[in-house]
């Protein structure tokens, strides 16, 4: 298997890896595919490189994890599980364009890798294609496993009670938010800025990556000149995904477009197929002082009539918010890291998490002002503390869900552990001499 981060070719090094000081061998097979020495230490190395520790002596637990993944690769075969391979592109896609910002340039990452860009998009190509498969093979292994609640309520009362979990402190918090509104004169230029950087490219004055390294408040990609890596259409909003997915010549920049995160112009790199890599200029309007002290005067007002009970809160997200991710749920906000609407207080935006420490449940917060993570702009807030839970041992009454997700959990490892048990006797297995003396995790590896 190829592995992608190769930094150091296997044969320059110096020091031998086993006695006989073999440059390349097939170490294991595992059915009909073999796994080399040169492979387990590319792996070796990468771990090192990123700081990983191997529990274990590397040259048997990495073969090891090896072999258990070429089993899942052989049922995945077997049952025909495919992955869509757009999501295996962007995955990809969004790994090189995090290398190159992180090295600096394309060419740089080239010569860190010591491998061309094409080589690179290639392994990563098969490392994420085959951890997407094995995924989708084990939740089909464990699909059947769907604790009653007769089962979680038993496997909680069979817990010591040192293995009771401890579930940290968590809320749910509702949320009303109102962007106060940009003059027309910050508008107007906001736009001739734009014009300007166009008009400029277009002549050839300027150079478009360097006006956006220069210029451009998307941070992210001004460091790689606004260039934001292939993407498909329904990865960007709409209005953006409209006007560059309809750009023809490389040379030529677009219209002025308006989307929720700012103004934007953008330049056609490349195109392939249903996807394209693109350049983009952004520039978001200042709202004054002004402004966002009218704002706040609102939103007190709402917060008020809120307390006397005069508007629900419910009712107040739907007649004023302007968060689009929670107008329709009564403001409630959602984790994006559980698909849960309960937050730990690290897990809240940090503004978020100081209004709410000291409050009750039911209670509203005066008005703040705060940057909206998914525009990256400055809006005026208040929220509610819907519920609130103290950091306390998981019981059956208030963290049902918790302990169902921890039968699953048990239950899954279990059977994939019998799982891997069995193929293993299953399954045509040589484990070359000098590597067949490790304590390995199973067992089974050594057919008698």
Known sequence: MKKIYSIILFILLLAPLRADNVIDQVIWVVGDEPILLSEVEEERLRAQYEGQQIPGDPYCVIPEQMAIQKLYLHQAELDSIEVNESTVSHQVDMRINYYISQIGSREKMEEYFRKT???????????????????????????????TPAEVRRFYRSLPQDSIPVVAAHVEVQILSLEPPVPREELDRIKARLRDY????????????????LYSEDTESAKRGGELGFVGKGQLVEAFADVAFNLTDPKKVSRIVETEYGYHIIQL????????N??????????????????INHLDTIAKLIRQDSLLFEQAVALYSQDKQTALNGG???????????FEYQDLPPEIAKQIYTMQAGDISEPFMMMDPTKNKEVCCIVRLKTKQDVHKANLTDDFQVIRAMLEEKLSSEFLDNWIRRKQKETYIQISTGWQGCDFQYPGWLHE
Request: hydrophobic fraction near 35%.
């Open 278 to 295: 693109c350049r983009h200029i952004l520039l978001r309007p200042r709202v004054s002082a002004d402004d966002k002290i009218k704002a």
């Open 117 to 147: 860009s094409s080589e690179i998009r290639e392994e990563l190509m098969e490392a994420v294609r085959n951890q997407m498969i094995i995924q989708q093979l084990q939740s089909k292994l464990t699909s059947h496993i769907k604790p």
């Open 332 to 342: 409630l906000m959602m984790n994006p890291a559980t698909g849960s609407s309960r």
């Open 269 to 276: 790199i490349e195109r392939k197929g249903e996807r394209i």
């Open 198 to 213: 166009t008009e400029r490219v277009n002549s050839g004055t300027a150079d478009f990556a360097m006006l956006a390294r």
